[in-house]
């Protein structure tokens, strides 16, 4: 019964829901392609002959994650065909760079009329929603199909816990559905367990499986030569104000080494301008990436403002701090770092990660501070302890390496 009124609910709703997208077209949140995907409007695509598997990965973290399974199917099992939805224009954008095989489409909303007619339409044999996305629509829908859905990296955070357990009379009609789930952690997997999916394992995280980010030769070789006598330390996907950590710290950091150089990518490049601002209140040189005019060697920070450069930094680092951490935000993922030279530092706050934390620091391939004073200290060990530095980035890479060949065991379980 209620899930018959969350459909009702959902279709009642509709034209007030895509009047709310309009307006985030004018805002530069959504563009014509975008609202019309969303909301199945003169689609022309058409459904390819064979096994086809839809792989939905929601924003950019998502997105990652289902590039990653898609090119291992892909790579596994050639004669597959898929589909890619995703629900954000930065996810958009870096989707459509990758595989020409796949076909990519915007997410639909979860309003039961489009998800009919999106299932009937392109019937996948498999379904595949990365991480934490619980769309009750498409799951249902997915089953009244006699279809096949599965969550893989599936994470649940203790918020969505709390609020699935309050709506259980709800929520159990739709976790049980789920056919298959791999989670990412012990805990994970008890909370889907807990909310109904009676089919839960724990994979480990995918991101594992993640290829090295690219950078640009030309503009690294450009970089490395001014940076040849420095340090660099770059704090990645920082939130506001969490730049504040890094700021403090290297007042004293800079008393004992003096040529360091700190570099800040926010997750959101608007929130560039918060940085200019705390970082001009401290009377600290910057240069930003998008007004580049001088060397940046005449500056000890540098605000990059930019997107798919994390490559370039991580690269020029010896030292990278994971942004999300150091402020309540569940911290970001440090899987990328693996290719590069760079040693983990990260916050007390890394819950969208709790297993890779616990081996990272099982493992000693990262470091995990309190505080402002505990950052200063271990940067410190690894700046001034070269064999430490080493030692941690070695650990890092061997730890990628085992859990990357026990992630690659899960495609060939879920595809079969």
Same mark, same amino acid.
């Given at each position: 019964?209620i899930?018959?009124?969350?459909?009702?609910?959902?279709n009642?709703f509709?034209v007030l829901? $895509?009047l709310?997208?309009c307006?985030r077209?004018?805002?530069?949140?959504e563009?014509w392609?975008s609202?019309?995907?969303?909301?199945?409007f003169?689609?022309k695509?058409?459904?390819?002959?064979?096994?086809l598997?839809?792989i939905?990965?929601?924003?950019i973290?998502?997105?990652?994650s289902?590039?990653i399974v898609a090119d291992?199917?892909?790579?596994?099992?050639?004669?597959?065909?898929?589909?890619?939805?995703?629900?954000?224009?930065?996810?958009h954008n870096?989707?459509?760079k990758?595989?020409?095989?796949?076909?990519?489409?915007?997410?639909?909303?979860?309003i039961? #009329?489009?998800?009919k007619k999106f299932?009937k339409?392109?019937?996948?044999d498999l379904t595949?929603?990365?991480?934490?996305?619980?769309?009750?629509?498409?799951?249902?829908?997915?089953?009244?199909?006699?279809?096949k859905?599965?969550?893989l990296?599936?994470?649940?955070?203790?918020?969505?816990?709390?609020?699935?357990?309050?709506?259980e009379f709800?929520? *159990?009609?739709i976790?049980?559905?789920?056919?298959?789930?791999?989670?990412?952690?012990g805990?994970?997997?008890k909370r $889907?367990?807990?909310?109904?999916?009676?089919?839960?394992? &724990?994979?480990g995280?995918?991101?594992?499986?993640?290829?090295?980010?690219?950078?640009d030769?030309g503009?690294?070789?450009?970089?490395r030569?001014e940076l040849k006598?420095?340090k660099v330390?770059?704090?990645?996907?920082?939130h506001k104000?969490?730049e504040m #950590?890094?700021?403090?710290?290297s007042k004293n950091l800079?008393?004992?080494?003096? *040529?360091? $150089?700190f570099i800040?990518?926010?997750r959101?490049?608007?929130n560039?301008?918060?940085?200019q601002?705390n970082?001009?209140?401290n009377n600290?040189k910057f240069? &930003?990436?998008?007004?580049?005019?001088?060397?940046i060697k005449?500056s000890?920070?540098?605000i990059?403002?930019? #997107?798919?450069?994390?490559?370039?930094?991580?690269?020029l680092?010896? &030292?990278?701090?994971?942004?999300?951490s150091?402020v *309540?935000?569940?911290?970001h993922?440090?899987?990328?770092? *693996?290719?590069?030279?760079?040693?983990?530092i990260f916050?007390k706050?890394?819950q969208?990660?709790?297993?890779?934390?616990?081996r990272?620091?099982?493992?000693?391939s990262? $470091?995990?501070?309190k505080n402002?004073?505990?950052m200063?200290?271990? &940067?410190l060990m690894?700046?001034?302890n070269?064999?430490?530095?080493?030692?941690?980035?070695?650990?890092?890479?061997?730890?990628?390496?085992?859990?990357s060949k026990?992630a690659?065991?899960?495609?060939?379980?879920?595809y079969r």
């Amino acid at each position: 019964m209620i899930f018959k009124t969350y459909k009702h609910l959902s279709n009642f709703f509709s034209v007030l829901i $895509f009047l709310y997208f309009c307006l985030r077209f004018f805002s530069s949140k959504e563009n014509w392609r975008s609202i019309k995907e969303k909301f199945f409007f003169f689609d022309k695509k058409i459904r390819p002959k064979g096994k086809l598997i839809w792989i939905n990965g929601v924003s950019i973290g998502e997105a990652k994650s289902g590039l990653i399974v898609a090119d291992q199917i892909l790579k596994k099992f050639p004669k597959s065909k898929i589909l890619f939805s995703t629900s954000t224009l930065s996810a958009h954008n870096i989707i459509s760079k990758s595989d020409k095989r796949i076909i990519l489409t915007y997410s639909p909303l979860d309003i039961s #009329f489009l998800i009919k007619k999106f299932v009937k339409k392109w019937k996948p044999d498999l379904t595949i929603f990365m991480e934490s996305e619980i769309w009750p629509n498409v799951i249902n829908e997915i089953k009244e199909e006699k279809l096949k859905f599965v969550i893989l990296n599936g994470r649940m955070s203790e918020k969505s816990f709390k609020l699935w357990k309050k709506l259980e009379f709800f929520s *159990n009609n739709i976790f049980s559905k789920i056919d298959l789930c791999f989670a990412q952690d012990g805990l994970s997997k008890k909370r $889907f367990q807990s909310l109904g999916t009676k089919n839960v394992k &724990i994979s480990g995280n995918l991101k594992f499986l993640s290829k090295q980010l690219d950078y640009d030769e030309g503009e690294y070789k450009k970089l490395r030569k001014e940076l040849k006598s420095k340090k660099v330390i770059t704090l990645f996907s920082s939130h506001k104000n969490e730049e504040m #950590f890094l700021i403090n710290c290297s007042k004293n950091l800079k008393k004992r080494i003096r *040529n360091l $150089f700190f570099i800040i990518i926010p997750r959101h490049p608007h929130n560039s301008k918060n940085v200019q601002e705390n970082l001009k209140k401290n009377n600290l040189k910057f240069l &930003i990436r998008s007004n580049e005019k001088r060397s940046i060697k005449e500056s000890n920070f540098y605000i990059v403002d930019s #997107f798919g450069e994390l490559g370039l930094f991580f690269k020029l680092s010896h &030292i990278s701090l994971i942004g999300g951490s150091f402020v *309540n935000n569940g911290g970001h993922n440090p899987i990328e770092t *693996n290719h590069f030279d760079c040693a983990l530092i990260f916050g007390k706050h890394m819950q969208n990660f709790i297993e890779i934390e616990r081996r990272i620091i099982a493992t000693k391939s990262g $470091f995990k501070v309190k505080n402002i004073n505990d950052m200063e200290k271990k &940067i410190l060990m690894l700046l001034e302890n070269k064999k430490v530095w080493s030692d941690t980035i070695k650990n890092f890479k061997k730890l990628c390496a085992t859990e990357s060949k026990k992630a690659s065991l899960i495609i060939e379980k879920i595809y079969r």
